[in-house]
T-cell receptor, first 117, second 114 residues
């Protein structure tokens, strides 16, 4: 069965610190897709990244970086030099190729990040 | 560009009253559409998804229903609300294709059942 686990419920850091949000997933499919979303206090989920299971290259986008390791079934997200505006709930999600064209996402429970000035 | 709208933004309803939440997407055709619920302090639960007009799949048994009367319109309804229906309801869309694609979310509706 597919599952996404975000073990960190809440993280609090001081501005400019680096922070890593963990995501561990379970799936039986060999082809799958992983996502990260940000939910700021306004509530709307913002798409951050999509990664397929055949692409293990790490990705960097500005202060954001993602580390995908199939060997440990993890897709961790690091924010470098955190800022107060990074305060939000972050969700990791999984979609299996076997879900066909439905595109269903399985979300983790989310990690609440608080960045203090 | 594509945009997704939800209304109302907030709603307070008594137990036993009916519900109708609406979601519309602009700038795309034949999208996949989804309804999620987020209870306070918890993750997102997929309620319904639709891959085409009139095609609705339910993920969890409940007293809610969904309909897709038009290609880019998705409606979440209930005949009689329960206290447990309180939560933040999010609509999302994605491009319908063979492989999973990222979903784009609307601003959400915060429902309080009293």
């Amino acid at each position: 069965a597919q599952k996404v686990t975000q073990a960190q419920t809440e993280i609090s850091v001081v501005e400019k610190e680096d922070v890593t949000l963990d995501c561990v997933y379970e799936t039986r499919d060999t082809t799958y897709y992983l996502f990260w979303y940000k939910q700021p206090p306004s509530g709307e989920l913002v798409f951050l990244i999509r990664r397929n299971s055949f692409d293990e290259q790490n990705e960097i986008s500005g202060r954001y970086s993602w580390n995908f390791q199939k060997s440990t079934s993890s897709f961790n997200f690091t924010i470098t030099a955190s800022q107060v505006v990074d305060s939000a709930v972050y969700f990791c999600a999984l979609s299996e190729h076997g879900s066909g064209n439905t595109g269903k996402l399985i979300f983790g429970q989310g990690t609440t990040l608080q960045v203090k000035p | 560009s594509q945009t997704i709208h939800q209304w109302p933004a907030t709603l307070v309803q008594p137990v036993g009253s009916p519900l109708s939440l609406e979601c519309t997407v602009e700038g795309t055709s034949n999208p996949n559409l989804y309804w999620y619920r987020q209870a306070a302090g918890r993750g997102l639960q997929l309620l319904f998804y639709s891959v085409g007009i009139g095609q609705i799949s339910s993920e969890v048994p409940q007293n809610l229903s969904a309909s897709r009367p038009q290609d880019r319109q998705f409606i979440l309804s209930s005949k009689k609300l329960l206290l447990s229906d309180s939560g933040f309801y999010l609509c999302a869309w994605s491009v319908a294709k063979r492989g999973p694609d990222e979903q784009y979310f609307g601003p959400g509706t915060r429902l309080t059942v009293t």
